[in-house]
């Protein structure tokens, strides 16, 4: 999974989660699961390609998943080539 902030405006922020389709390493199946356990649903789910790889985009709200930034990030670089 990777993990992308975009910054809309000084008091809004998006956060992306990135997943291939295509990674077997199951670390996508962890964050999945931590997303499942803490109750949090995307805003908006679509695909979306990126160097030729089409991911499927998880969609948040900074303010809606500010507290799960954290461990969201390390998974993130756990996951990290």
Request: charged share 30%; hydrophobic share 30%.
């Amino acid at each position: 999974m990777k993990l992308e902030v975009i910054t809309v405006s000084p008091n809004e922020d998006r956060v992306l989660l990135f997943f291939d389709p295509e990674d077997d390493s199951g670390d996508d199946d962890k964050v999945r699961s931590y997303l499942a356990e803490n109750s949090l649903g995307p805003k908006r789910e679509y695909t979306e390609t990126r160097e030729s790889t089409d991911y499927n985009v998880y969609y948040f709200g900074h303010c809606y998943i500010k507290d799960h930034m954290e461990s969201l990030t390390a998974m993130a670089s756990e996951g990290a080539p």
